[in-house]
């Protein structure tokens, strides 16, 4: 039972792949090109050069983006959560943030501060950061009391309660921030780049959209699924496991 558990993964792959192969064969049509066929272009297009650039492009900017938007969000969330008054004057802003559509942020980044590379950043963690917020914020609102007067009653410090008291008790919800976090900014990433930088996994698909170019869209889109699935388990998976250790 357990070896056949183990192999469970790699057998659905193999079925993807096979009904995948039949539809292409019964539509006999571009719209679907086989296994085959989007195999030779991804290999094409390593090769080349231009997948693994436009697939770094976006990274470095899903990398700069996630980074300022976690940073700024975890230390705002805190704030908000240990300040009632603070939590009550900002709760409005934050509800406003948070329904505003991703296009709508992007279109006035671009609008008001040109089609440059700070802009296309600075959309992205407009978006991100309400999200990072309201959870850090919950995390924040929820922590032992006793424990942080405990703190203060040894004169701990503040540098020294935040690493050993307060940050074991919030870990769990920074990594809820970090995966649903980089589910949501890999999309908003993709539609900055389409809207409005001439490189990048968004311009590309839009790109290959215009010349209806299916074979090659399936190709950049496997590249950059295997690139989240790559993420997922080196390194939130890890992480995840480290924050639910505690559990029994």
């Given at each position: 039972?357990?070896?056949?558990?183990?192999y469970?993964?790699?057998?659905?792959?193999?079925v993807f792949?096979?009904?995948?192969?039949?539809?292409?064969?019964?539509?006999?049509?571009?719209?679907?090109?086989t296994?085959?066929?989007v195999?030779?272009?991804?290999?094409?297009e390593?090769?080349?050069?231009r997948?693994p650039?436009?697939?770094?492009v976006?990274l470095?900017r899903?990398?700069?983006?996630?980074?300022i938007?976690m940073?700024?969000?975890?230390?705002t969330?805190?704030?908000l959560?240990?300040?009632k008054?603070?939590?009550?004057?900002?709760?409005?802003?934050?509800?406003i943030?948070?329904n505003?559509?991703?296009?709508?942020?992007?279109?006035?980044?671009?609008?008001?501060f040109?089609?440059?590379?700070?802009a296309?950043i600075?959309?992205?963690?407009?978006?991100k950061?309400?999200?990072v917020?309201?959870?850090?914020?919950?995390?924040?609102?929820?922590?032992?009391?006793?424990?942080l007067?405990?703190?203060?009653s040894?004169?701990?410090?503040?540098?020294?309660?935040?690493?050993h008291?307060?940050?074991?008790?919030?870990?769990?919800?920074?990594?809820?921030?970090?995966?649903t976090?980089?589910?949501?900014?890999?999309?908003?990433i993709l539609?900055?780049e389409?809207?409005?930088?001439?490189?990048g996994?968004g311009?590309?698909?839009?790109?290959?959209?215009?010349?209806?170019?299916?074979?090659?869209?399936?190709?950049?889109?496997?590249a950059?699924?295997?690139?989240?699935?790559?993420?997922?388990f080196?390194?939130?998976?890890?992480?995840?496991?480290k924050?639910?250790?505690?559990?029994r």
């Amino acid at each position: 039972m357990i070896t056949l558990k183990k192999y469970l993964p790699t057998l659905s792959l193999l079925v993807f792949i096979a009904v995948w192969q039949g539809l292409a064969i019964y539509i006999n049509r571009n719209t679907l090109p086989t296994p085959e066929a989007v195999a030779k272009v991804f290999w094409l297009e390593c090769s080349s050069g231009r997948l693994p650039f436009h697939l770094g492009v976006t990274l470095l900017r899903l990398i700069t983006g996630f980074s300022i938007a976690m940073l700024l969000g975890c230390a705002t969330g805190i704030a908000l959560g240990r300040n009632k008054k603070l939590d009550a004057f900002f709760d409005n802003w934050l509800v406003i943030f948070l329904n505003i559509p991703a296009l709508v942020t992007i279109i006035l980044c671009y609008v008001w501060f040109g089609l440059t590379e700070s802009a296309a950043i600075l959309a992205v963690v407009i978006n991100k950061l309400p999200n990072v917020i309201v959870t850090i914020r919950e995390g924040a609102r929820s922590l032992d009391q006793d424990l942080l007067e405990m703190a203060q009653s040894y004169h701990l410090g503040k540098r020294k309660t935040l690493i050993h008291v307060i940050w074991p008790q919030l870990y769990p919800f920074v990594m809820g921030a970090t995966r649903t976090g980089l589910a949501l900014i890999w999309k908003i990433i993709l539609l900055v780049e389409l809207l409005g930088r001439s490189n990048g996994m968004g311009y590309q698909l839009h790109l290959f959209f215009q010349l209806f170019d299916v074979a090659s869209l399936l190709a950049y889109t496997i590249a950059f699924v295997a690139v989240t699935q790559l993420i997922e388990f080196m390194v939130l998976k890890p992480l995840d496991n480290k924050a639910q250790r505690w559990r029994r």
